[in-house]
């Protein structure tokens, strides 16, 4: 079995070349709103539902 080395800039590269401008528009609104919550909502639950919907989400946070 072969191991594929994808990287942060491959999987950018490969939504750029499938995603139509308003889906990619949507996505970085989505992306900064959240960014927006977790670094100025002092509630730790929004911090844990942040961190658990990346771990869902299969992003490797620790």
């Not at 079995?1 to 070349?17: F, Q, Y």
């Not at 499938?18 to 002092?42: D, H, K, V």
């Amino acid at each position: 079995m072969s191991v594929a080395n994808d990287t942060v800039s491959d999987r950018i590269d490969t939504a750029v070349g499938t995603l139509s401008p308003t889906q990619l528009a949507l996505g970085l609104a989505a992306i900064t709103l959240g960014l927006f919550l977790l670094a100025f909502s002092g509630d730790p639950l929004v911090h844990d539902a942040m961190h658990n919907g990346r771990h869902v989400a299969g992003v490797v946070c620790h």
